[in-house]
C-alpha cells in the first residue's frame, strides 16, 4: 500500500515536471511578453527616464575616458576608480538630487579626510602600543555619533549621503597603515577624482535634458489641485443623475484621480528637499519659495479626505427623490461645480505662473451657494419627508460646504505662493502654447472669467516743477487710460 | 546728505554687529540647548536609535582589526578597505534591510565580477584600437540597461542597491587596466572582503539587541488601529457633550492620534519590503503573511480618512438641540463607542497573536446601533425641526454608518492575517506580561469581554476496551470541567 502511494507520488511529480518543461516556451514566452509590456509602459508613462539611462551611460563612459588616456591614468593611478564609483552612487534623476549629492560627497570627503589625518597623526604619537586603540576608540565614537546625528529628521533630508561618506572617509583614512605623507598624498588624489567624477555628473544632469525637481513639485502640485478640480466638476450631476447612467464607467477615469491625492505627502516633501540644492532655471529662481508648495499639498490632501468621503455617496444606492430635493439637488451641483473650477483656475495659475484672479469668481459662487443652501434650510418647509431620504444628501451637503471651505483655504494659499515666488500678474492675451494641452481651460475660457478692468500706466520723471508735473500726469493718464478685456 | 546717509548705515551696520557679538554667546547657549533637548528627545522617542549607533561603531571597529592584525593584512592588503566599505554602507536600522543590502551587494559584485571579466576578455581580443571602443561601449550599454531597470516598480523595491553595484562593479572591472589574471585575483579578494564585511554586519545586526522590521510593521499595524479606536471610544461624548467641555483640550491627544495614520502608506509598504528579508524570528515565520499587513493598512487609512471628516465636526459650532436629538444622539454614541472598542479589540488580537473572537461583540453592537438608527429615521417622527442643525448631526450619523462598514471591513481583514499566519486561538488567562502596557485594555476587561465558556479537554489513550474507555472519559469530563471566565 506505502509503495503504491510512493509510486504515484512519483508518478505525480513526473507528470507535473513534464507538464512543466512542455509548459516552459510558452510560459517563457508569456513572461517575455509581459516584461516588454511593463518596459514600454515604463518608457511611456516618463520618457525622461530613458533618458536618464542614456544620460547615466554617458557619464559614465565620460569619466572612464581617464583610464583610457595614458597620462591622466599616470597622474591618477588606481585613484581614478574612485571617479567611477562618484559617477555610479551621485547620478540621480533630477537635477537636485544629483548636486545635493555630489556636494555631500565632496564635503564630507574633504572635511572626514582632514579629520582623519588629524586622528592618525594623534594615535601614532601614543606609540606602537598605544596607536591601534586610540584609533579603536576614534572609529567607534566618530561612527556611533555621526549616526545618531543621522535620526535628526532636519538633517537627515538633507544631509544623510554626507553623513555616510563622512564615517567612511574618516574610517578608511584613519585605519590606514599609510605615513601620514602618503596620505596626503592620496587623499589629494581621492578627492580631485572625486571632484571630477562629480562634476561630471552635474554638468551631464544640468546641460543633457535636466529634469528638474522643483519642476516636478510645481507640477505635481498644479495636478492634483486639477484632479481634485476634475473630480468636483463632475461630482454634482454624477450623484444627482441617478443610479442608471452611473453604471457606465467607462470614461470616468475623472471619479477616481483624486486618488493618488491622498498618498503624495512623502513625494512631496522629498522633492521639495531636492529642489532646495537647485540652482536658478527657467521660471523658478534660485529661492523660489517650495516650503509653500507643501502647504498647498497638506490642504489639497484635507481636501482629497473629505472628497473620498463623499465618492462614499456615490456608490450608495440611497438617493434622494427628486421631487422634493430639487432646490437642494440644484444648489449642490453648483457649489460642486464651482468649487471644482475655482481648483481648476487654481492649478492653471500655478501652471502658468500668473497670480489668480482675488476674489476668484468660482469661489464666490460657491460660496454663494453654500449661503443659499443654509438658508434654505433654515426656511424649515421641509414636511412629510423621508428622513432616511435626507439623511444621505444631508451628508452630502454638508461634505460640499466643508470643501467650499477648503478649497477658499487652498485659494489663500495659492495667492500667497503667488506673492512670495512674484508670479506675474494675469496677463490676458496669454499664448495657448504657454497653456498645457491637459489644463483643461482653454484660452478663452481664462479671457471671458477674467473681469474687464483698467490699467493705468504712470511715467514718473524726476520731479523739477511739481504743479507742471501734476498736470502732464493727468494729461498722460487720459492718454494712456485703456480698457483691457 | 548721501554721505550722511552713507554714515548712517555704517553707523547701522556696525550696532548691528555689536549686537551680534553680544547676543552671541546667549545665542549660541540657546542654540545648544535646543539641540541637547532634540538629542534626548530623538533619543527617548526610540532608545532602540542609540542601540544603532553603538551597533554601527561596533561592527566598524571588529571589521578594522583586518587592518590591525599584521597576517591578515598581508593577505588582503588595500582590498581590506572594501570591508570597512562595505559595513558603513550596508548596515542599517533594521535586520531586513541589512540583510537585503548585504545579499544584494555580495551577490551584484559577483554577477557583474564575471561579467566584467568577460567583458574585458571579449575587448581584448580587438586589438589595441578596438579594445577602449568595444569597452566604452559595453559600459555605456550595461549603464543604460541597468538604470532603466532600476524604474521597475518591483525591482526598486527589492534590488536597487543591487542594480547600483552591478553598474559600479562591471564598471570597474572591464575598464581596469590590469591583466586577466591580476583581476581574477584583484575580485576574489574584493569579494571576500565584501562578504567578510557583509556577514560582520548581518551578524551584529541579529545578535545584538535586533531592531525587526518585520516586528515594527506589526506593531505599527496594531498601533494605527487602536489610534483609531481610541479617537472613536471618545468621540460620541466629546461630540454631543457641546463645546463647554471640549475648551478643555488638555489631554484629549487621542483626538489627534489618528493623523499620522493618514499618511503611512510609505513607511508600511518600505517595511514590509524589508521584512521579506528577514529569517524567522520570535512570534514570526520565514514567510510570514507580510502583504496581508498592506491590506489591513489600506483599509485603516481608509477608515482614516472618515474620521478625518467627521473630526471636523468636533469643532463646528453648530450642535443638535438636547431635547431633539437625544435618542439620535444614544444611538451614534453607542455606534461610536462600538467601533471603537472593536478596533481596539482587533488591535489587541494583532499585538496578542490571538484569533479575534467571531462575531466580534462590539461589531455586532455597532452594526444593530447602525440599524437602530435607520429606522429611528424612517419612523418619520421628526416635525418641527430646525434643518440646519440637523444636516450636521445627519452627516455625523452617516459618517460613522460609514465607519461601521469599513470597522467591519478591517474585521474580515484582520481574521483573514489570524488564518494566515496562524494565529492562536484565544487563551483566556493572558498572561498580563504579554499585554502591552499601552494596549490600553486590561487584562481584566479582557476577561471580562469574552462569554463564560466551558472547557472540557479529553486525555486520549489508545482504545484497548471501547466501552471501558468512553466510560473512562465520562468520569474525567466531570474532573475536568471547568468554568472560566
Given at each position: 500500500?506505502?509503495?503504491?502511494?510512493?509510486?504515484?507520488?512519483?508518478?505525480?511529480?513526473?507528470?507535473?515536471?513534464?507538464r512543466?518543461?512542455?509548459?516552459?516556451?510558452?510560459?517563457?514566452?508569456?513572461k517575455?511578453?509581459?516584461i516588454?509590456?511593463?518596459?514600454?509602459?515604463?518608457?511611456?508613462?516618463?520618457?525622461?527616464?530613458?533618458?536618464h539611462?542614456?544620460?547615466?551611460?554617458?557619464?559614465?563612459?565620460?569619466?572612464?575616458?581617464?583610464?583610457?588616456?595614458?597620462?591622466?591614468?599616470?597622474?591618477?593611478?588606481?585613484?581614478?576608480?574612485?571617479?567611477?564609483?562618484?559617477?555610479?552612487?551621485?547620478?540621480?534623476?533630477?537635477v537636485?538630487?544629483?548636486?545635493g549629492?555630489?556636494?555631500?560627497?565632496?564635503?564630507?570627503?574633504?572635511?572626514?579626510g582632514?579629520l582623519?589625518?588629524?586622528?592618525?597623526?594623534?594615535?601614532?604619537?601614543?606609540?606602537?602600543?598605544?596607536?591601534?586603540?586610540?584609533?579603536?576608540?576614534?572609529?567607534?565614537?566618530q561612527?556611533?555619533?555621526?549616526?545618531?546625528?543621522?535620526f535628526?529628521?532636519?538633517?537627515?533630508?538633507?544631509?544623510?549621503?554626507?553623513?555616510?561618506?563622512?564615517?567612511?572617509?574618516?574610517?578608511?583614512?584613519?585605519?590606514?597603515?599609510?605615513r601620514?605623507?602618503?596620505?596626503?598624498?592620496?587623499?589629494?588624489?581621492?578627492?580631485?577624482?572625486?571632484?571630477?567624477?562629480?562634476?561630471?555628473?552635474?554638468?551631464?544632469?544640468?546641460?543633457v535634458?535636466?529634469?528638474w525637481?522643483?519642476?516636478?513639485?510645481?507640477?505635481?502640485v498644479?495636478?492634483?489641485?486639477?484632479k481634485?478640480g476634475n473630480?468636483?466638476?463632475?461630482?454634482?450631476?454624477?450623484?444627482?443623475?441617478?443610479?442608471?447612467?452611473?453604471?457606465?464607467?467607462?470614461?470616468?477615469?475623472?471619479l477616481?484621480?483624486?486618488?493618488?491625492?491622498?498618498?503624495?505627502?512623502?513625494?512631496?516633501?522629498?522633492?521639495?528637499?531636492?529642489?532646495r540644492?537647485?540652482p536658478?532655471?527657467?521660471?523658478?529662481?534660485?529661492?523660489?519659495?517650495?516650503?509653500?508648495y507643501?502647504?498647498?499639498?497638506?490642504?489639497?490632501?484635507?481636501?482629497?479626505?473629505?472628497?473620498?468621503?463623499?465618492?462614499s455617496?456615490l456608490?450608495?444606492?440611497i438617493?434622494?427623490?427628486?421631487?422634493?430635493?430639487?432646490?437642494v439637488q440644484?444648489?449642490?451641483?453648483?457649489?460642486?461645480?464651482e468649487?471644482?473650477?475655482?481648483?481648476?483656475?487654481?492649478?492653471?495659475?500655478?501652471?502658468?505662473?500668473?497670480?489668480?484672479?482675488?476674489p476668484?469668481?468660482?469661489?464666490?459662487n460657491?460660496?454663494t451657494?453654500?449661503?443659499?443652501?443654509?438658508?434654505?434650510?433654515?426656511?424649515?418647509?421641509?414636511?412629510?419627508?423621508?428622513?432616511?431620504?435626507?439623511?444621505?444628501v444631508?451628508?452630502?451637503?454638508?461634505l460640499?460646504?466643508?470643501?467650499?471651505?477648503?478649497?477658499?483655504?487652498i485659494?489663500?494659499?495659492v495667492?500667497?505662493?503667488?506673492?512670495l515666488?512674484?508670479?506675474?500678474?494675469?496677463e490676458?492675451n496669454?499664448?495657448?502654447?504657454?497653456?498645457?494641452s491637459?489644463?483643461?481651460?482653454?484660452?478663452?475660457?481664462?479671457?471671458?472669467?477674467?473681469?474687464?478692468?483698467?490699467?493705468?500706466?504712470?511715467?514718473?520723471?524726476?520731479?523739477t516743477?511739481?504743479?507742471?508735473?501734476?498736470?502732464?500726469?493727468?494729461?498722460?493718464?487720459?492718454?494712456?487710460?485703456?480698457?483691457?478685456?
Open positions: 500500500m506505502e509503495m503504491g502511494s510512493g509510486n504515484n507520488e512519483k508518478a505525480g511529480i513526473l507528470t507535473r515536471g513534464w512543466w518543461m512542455k509548459d516552459l516556451p510558452k510560459n517563457s514566452f508569456a517575455g511578453v509581459e516588454a509590456r511593463q518596459t514600454k509602459k515604463i518608457g511611456q508613462d516618463d520618457p525622461r527616464r530613458v533618458i539611462s542614456l544620460k547615466l551611460g554617458l557619464a559614465l563612459t565620460l569619466v572612464s575616458l581617464f583610464y583610457y588616456f595614458q597620462p591622466l591614468y599616470k597622474n591618477f593611478g588606481v585613484s581614478a576608480m574612485w571617479a567611477v564609483m562618484t559617477v555610479v552612487v551621485v547620478f540621480e534623476f533630477s537636485g538630487a544629483t548636486i549629492k555630489g556636494l555631500n560627497r565632496g564635503l564630507a570627503t574633504f572635511i572626514a582632514a582623519g589625518v588629524g586622528a592618525h597623526y594623534l594615535a601614532s604619537m601614543t606609540g606602537k602600543v598605544g596607536e591601534p586603540i586610540f584609533i579603536g576608540l576614534f572609529v567607534f565614537l561612527a556611533a555619533v555621526t549616526t545618531f546625528i543621522r535628526f529628521p532636519k538633517v537627515k533630508a538633507r544631509y544623510d549621503y554626507g553623513l555616510v561618506i563622512f564615517i567612511l572617509t574618516f574610517s578608511l583614512v584613519s585605519i590606514s597603515g599609510f601620514t605623507d602618503e596620505i596626503l598624498d592620496l587623499a589629494h588624489k581621492r578627492l580631485s577624482t572625486i571632484l571630477v567624477g562629480a562634476s561630471t555628473c552635474v554638468i551631464v544632469s544640468i546641460f535634458c535636466p529634469v525637481a522643483g519642476e516636478d513639485l510645481h507640477n505635481l498644479a495636478d492634483h489641485l486639477e481634485l473630480f468636483l466638476e463632475g461630482f454634482g450631476e454624477e450623484y444627482f443623475a441617478g443610479s442608471v447612467e452611473t453604471e457606465f464607467k467607462d470614461n470616468k477615469s475623472f477616481v484621480g483624486y486618488k493618488s491625492v491622498l498618498n503624495s505627502k512623502t513625494t512631496e516633501e522629498n522633492q521639495a528637499n531636492l529642489a540644492w537647485e536658478g532655471h527657467g521660471k523658478f529662481m534660485y529661492l523660489h519659495p517650495w516650503e509653500q507643501l502647504k498647498i499639498g497638506a490642504l489639497t490632501r484635507k481636501c482629497a479626505c473629505r472628497i473620498e468621503a463623499l465618492n455617496y456608490n450608495s444606492e438617493k434622494a427623490p427628486e421631487e422634493v430635493f430639487q432646490r440644484e444648489i449642490c451641483t453648483i457649489m460642486s461645480k468649487s471644482g473650477q475655482a481648483l481648476k483656475e487654481l492649478s492653471l495659475a500655478i501652471r502658468t505662473m500668473t497670480k489668480p484672479s482675488s476668484n469668481r468660482h469661489i464666490v460657491s460660496t451657494a453654500a449661503q443659499n443652501l443654509e438658508s434654505l434650510l433654515k426656511s424649515g418647509s421641509w414636511e412629510d419627508i423621508n428622513l432616511r431620504r435626507l439623511i444621505s444631508a451628508a452630502v451637503a454638508s460640499l460646504i466643508d470643501i467650499v471651505i477648503s478649497v477658499e483655504d485659494a489663500e494659499s495667492t500667497e505662493l503667488a506673492t515666488a512674484k508670479f506675474q500678474s494675469p490676458l496669454v499664448p495657448e502654447s504657454k497653456i498645457p491637459n489644463a483643461g481651460i482653454s484660452t478663452k475660457q481664462l479671457q471671458v472669467q477674467d473681469c474687464p478692468r483698467v490699467i493705468i500706466s504712470i511715467n514718473l520723471t524726476p520731479a516743477d511739481e504743479v507742471h508735473q501734476s498736470q502732464f500726469q493727468d494729461s498722460n493718464q487720459e492718454a494712456k487710460q485703456n480698457v483691457q478685456v
